[in-house]
C-alpha cells in the first residue's frame, strides 16, 4: 500500500513568490493534517480536514496560506506571498482513526 | 502554549544502554499517546503509542511508561542501537471531535557505537 506522497520534495523560492505543496493521502483515510516543522523542532499544525471540511484551521496564517482539499481525497497548501520566516518542512499527514501517517515532506527554502 | 512538553532536548547514549525520553502534559482531554521516531529527510513515523488506561506498553526494545497521576509518559530504548540515532518525538491525540494531534519538541538521540 502507498504511503502519503508529497511533493516537491525540495522548493527553493525568492521572498514575495507564491508557492504550493501538493499531498496525496493514504486511501481510505478521511482526516489529512498539514503541519509545518521548523529545524530542530516538533510539527506544529497548520491545518485538519475530516473529508473535505477544514475542522482546525486556527493556526493557519491565513493573510498569506490557503489550503483546499477537493473531493475530501488530495490536499494542496498554498503560500502567497512567501516570506524569509517560511522557511521550514511542510509535513502532510493522513489518518482512519488515531494512527497519523506521515509523507517525507517538502523542504521549502525562502531566499 | 506549549501543551506537550519534552526532555531532554539531546541524549548521547552507548551502544547497549538505556535511553530514556521524558514528556509531560496538561491537557486531560488527551487520550491517546504516540512516540514518532524521525530520520533526517523522512517524515515522522509512529514507533509506539499507549492509552492512559494502561501504565505500561512495551513493544521489543521500547517501552512506553505512563502515569496518569503525574500526567508524565516516558520512551525507554532498552539495549540501545547505532541504528536508533534519529530525533524522536511525543505526542497526544486529543478525544472527540477535536482530535489534533499535538507533538513535543523532539529529543535527538546518538547512540555510540
Known amino acids: 500500500e502507498a504511503g502519503v506522497v508529497q511533493s516537491p520534495r525540495y522548493k527553493i523560492i525568492e521572498k514575495k513568490q507564491p508557492v504550493a505543496f501538493w499531498c496525496n493521502p493514504i486511501?481510505?483515510?478521511?482526516?489529512l493534517y498539514w503541519y509545518r516543522q521548523n529545524l530542530g523542532q516538533g510539527p506544529e499544525l497548520l491545518i485538519r480536514y475530516e473529508n473535505e471540511e477544514a475542522v482546525d484551521d486556527s493556526q493557519l496564517p491565513k493573510d498569506r496560506f490557503s489550503a483546499e482539499r477537493l473531493k475530501g481525497v488530495d490536499s494542496t497548501l498554498k503560500i502567497q506571498p512567501a516570506e524569509l520566516g517560511d522557511s521550514a518542512v511542510y509535513l502532510c499527514?493522513?489518518?482512519?482513526?488515531?494512527?497519523?501517517?506521515f509523507g517525507q515532506g517538502t523542504r521549502l527554502t525562502v531566499v | 502554549q506549549q501543551q506537550v512538553k519534552q526532555s531532554p532536548q539531546s541524549l548521547i547514549v552507548q551502544k547497549g544502554g538505556i535511553s530514556i525520553i521524558n514528556c509531560a502534559y496538561e491537557?486531560?482531554?488527551?487520550?491517546?499517546f504516540p512516540w514518532y521516531q524521525q530520520f533526517p529527510g523522512k517524515g515522522p513515523a509512529l514507533l509506539i503509542a499507549?492509552?492512559?488506561?494502561?501504565s505500561e506498553k512495551k513493544e521489543g526494545r521500547f517501552t512506553i511508561s505512563f502515569n496518569k497521576s503525574a500526567k508524565q509518559f516516558s520512551l525507554h530504548i532498552m539495549d540501545s542501537q547505532p541504528g536508533d540515532s534519529a530525533t524522536y518525538f511525543c505526542?497526544?491525540?486529543?478525544?472527540?471531535?477535536?482530535?489534533?494531534?499535538?507533538f513535543g519538541s523532539g529529543t535527538q538521540l546518538t547512540v555510540l557505537p
Open positions: 486511501s481510505g483515510h478521511n482526516t
Open positions: 499507549i492509552r492512559p488506561d494502561v
Open positions: 505526542a497526544a491525540l486529543e478525544r472527540g471531535s477535536a482530535r489534533q494531534l499535538t
Open positions: 491537557n486531560t482531554a488527551f487520550d491517546y
Open positions: 499527514a493522513s489518518s482512519l482513526d488515531t494512527e497519523a501517517f
